[in-house]
């Protein structure tokens, strides 16, 4: 499957992706199989840990106990997998509890975030996994949103030494953000990154237009990120 949707793209495309995305919970093991088939293409895998379904479908590991150690076993399984992954086939980029300063997912705007993506990287380490893992601190964009959507991303910043990348998130939503370009959904974000985090890379790392008549045009308009810089790269996202 994930073959496929590589070959998919790179026909509708016409360029082969450099990065793609895998989605695993954390409690189900490192998605070897999947992240074998993406870098035997010559592409590097970018695996989502999720910490449980984002909008609790099924269960999910909690914040404050992930630092507790409540789910060590599940956790070590996962490094033990990324470290082994990472010892055949190369590096990734990985990520946890993204979009963590908004409200919509279950880990959004929880006070334990620091702590648990510190724990879980801590983990990493011991298990020999953050040789080969990059780290994304993937934030939302809060600029065009409903007051109280999403907190200020600086507030759940772990620490220089646990982040390597950051990864900036951006969507127009019918209704809630007009008809604003991907510049003006993210541009402040951007400068504030670069600011505070100058000596971090910085990849767009989510985008997008609810679906809708006008879909296809927003996504072709031209000034999607001219006001940008060219730190930022853009992500197939499977």
Known sequence: MVSENITYYEKALGSKPFIFVLKAMLYSGFPTTQSI????RSIIPYVYAWVGDPWSISPSFDVKEIAQGKYDRYIKAF???AAEFGKNYGNF???????????WFVWGKNPNFVKAWIYIWQIFEEQGANQYATWVWEVYCPERLPAGWADDPELYYPGNEYVDWIGLNAFSVIGKSKDDSLAELMQYTYR???KKHPQKPI???EFGRTNADDQ????????LGSHLQNSIIVLLVQ
């Open 216 to 223: 296809p045009r927003w996504l072709l308009r031209r000034d």
């Open 192 to 194: 504030q990154m670069c």
């Open 79 to 81: 490094a033990k997998g």
């Open 37 to 40: 088939e993406v870098a035997k």
């Open 93 to 103: 980029f990985l990520t946890t509890m993204e979009e963590m300063n908004g409200k």
């Open 203 to 205: 990849m767009q790392s």
